[in-house]
């Protein structure tokens, strides 16, 4: 399961999960959970690769990124 929350500039919060639009110059933050089974920890990766149409980077698009959250 996945969360998303995006917070605008000025401190609104966006509930509908998405930013519809970005201003040059402009800043957004989104904080981003995921809902996991602690017996998978040790075990996983979170996958920013842009999958389901999100390309978190242009410089890594086409490329597999892979952030180690693994917990040992």
């Known amino acids: ?3 998303y929350d995006v917070y605008l500039t000025d401190g609104r919060q966006n509930g509908t999960n998405f930013i519809s639009s ?3 110059g402009e800043t957004v933050t989104i ?10 920890l ?3 990766f979170l996958d920013l ?6 390309n978190f980077s242009q410089d ?3 490329k ?3 952030v180690d959250i693994r917990q040992r």
């Open 1 to 3: 399961m996945q969360y």
């Open 22 to 24: 970005i201003q040059p």
């Open 31 to 40: 904080h981003m959970a995921w809902i996991v089974n602690e017996d998978e």
């Open 42 to 44: 040790e075990y996983l």
């Open 49 to 54: 690769s842009g999958g389901n149409g999100v």
């Open 60 to 62: 890594q698009a086409g």
């Open 64 to 66: 597999q990124v892979l």
